[in-house]
């Protein structure tokens, strides 16, 4: 049989005093005896009593819930930015509520539009891929939550920010490519209105010119997800100019490009080069692994929930703040590791 959650009657009656003096004490306001705070403490913690948090949050007319989109939960990235804001949320007693809007901006608008509805204090977002119109994080600011951004940020909004490096990350990518022998890479892009796909394209177009690579409007594709990468690979690669280099904005795709030059029976990376941006599992367990970009996901939420709890706790800022988290190259099976 479950047992009915112990309440402030409870304890006042068991104890046989008022349910003000019960209430004051767990919270150690002033006018109670040293001798009725611990008794009332003890009692409530032998009892295993939780507070009503749904009453407190009525009566404080705000909660200690933080809300946090996630563009996609199956994403190593993003599930290691939910970590990390997690942790932190939970040594600092709040609580957070996951909600994931599936790269779909109408979905992104009824997340926020539940989180006014729960009185959430603030909110944690990564835009959704559709994501062009940002009403509805106005509301938010309006209603005085607090949101900071990250990874796909806004930059229409005067508020606080984590991303990685992404240009840095590129560029350093896309320069090991060419030091090992490439000469003719093709980028990968998610979507062009996004900030990591800018800041990666640059990234790219730069390394590529310092090393007098040229970049061809066709050598830029906007392919972002595995499924995609397998049906548009294989006819790049069966024309008479080839690539001869990849450079994904993530690890799914490049597993993608990967499984195409296996299925056209070119050699990894003998004859064509393939490289990632995310540093996760998918870029372990590929044959052969893939060279990627790790961007410290679970750093990136702990960086984000740190401004927005900072926001909560000391109020407004005219001043909005950019967190940049740096990348590390880590080269595996799918690049050279010696200079041609």
């Known amino acids: 049989m479950k047992q009915t959650p112990l309440t402030i009657k409870d304890i006042a009656k068991a104890l046989k005093i008022s349910p003000s003096t019960v209430s004051r004490a767990l919270r150690n306001k002033p006018g109670i005896s040293k001798k009725t705070r611990l008794l009332v403490q003890s009692y409530a913690k032998e009892n295993n009593y939780k507070p009503n948090i749904m009453a407190l949050n009525l009566r404080k007319k705000q909660s200690n819930t933080i809300g946090v989109i996630v563009p996609q939960l199956i994403h190593h990235f993003f599930s290691c930015v939910l970590s990390g804001i997690e942790q932190k949320a939970h040594e600092e007693g709040y609580n957070i509520l996951v909600a994931q809007s599936n790269e779909l901006y109408q979905k992104e608008v009824s997340i926020v539009h539940s989180f006014l509805e729960e009185r959430v204090c603030g909110v944690i977002t990564s835009l959704a ?5 940002y009403d509805h994080y106005n509301e938010l600011l309006n209603h005085s939550i607090p949101i900071v951004f990250y990874d796909r940020i806004c930059t229409e909004i005067q508020t606080e920010r984590v991303v990685v490096d992404d240009y840095a990350g ?15 890479i093709f980028f990968y892009s998610a979507s062009p209105h996004l900030e990591i796909s ?7 177009i730069d390394a590529m010119s310092k090393h007098k690579r040229p970049v061809t ?36 795709t490049a597993s993608g490009i990967l499984w195409a030059c296996k ?12 490289c990632g ?3 996760g599992a998918i870029a372990q ?42 990348t590390k190259l880590l080269i595996r099976g799918t690049t050279k590791n010696i200079k041609i």
Do not use: W
Request: charged share 25%; net charge negative; proline share 4%.
């Open 285 to 326: 367990s590929t044959d052969p692994p893939l060279t990627t970009v790790d961007q410290f996901g679970e750093e990136v939420g702990e960086k984000a929930i740190e401004l927005l709890l900072n926001r909560i706790k000391h109020g407004e800022n005219l001043n909005s703040t950019n967190r940049i988290v740096r």
């Open 170 to 184: 590129s560029y350093a990518a896309v320069e090991h490519m060419i030091l090992t022998g490439c000469k003719r």
């Open 277 to 279: 941006f995310t540093g």
């Open 129 to 133: 891929k559709e994501t062009k119109i």
């Open 217 to 252: 409007s066709d050598m830029i594709v906007y392919c972002d997800n595995r499924q995609q990468a397998m049906q548009i690979t294989p006819t790049l690669l069966e024309s008479d100019n080839r690539p001869d280099g990849f450079f994904a904005i993530n690890d799914e």
């Open 263 to 274: 299925k056209c029976g070119l050699s990894v990376p003998q004859e064509v080069s393939i």
């Open 198 to 204: 800018k800041n990666r394209r640059n990234g790219y």
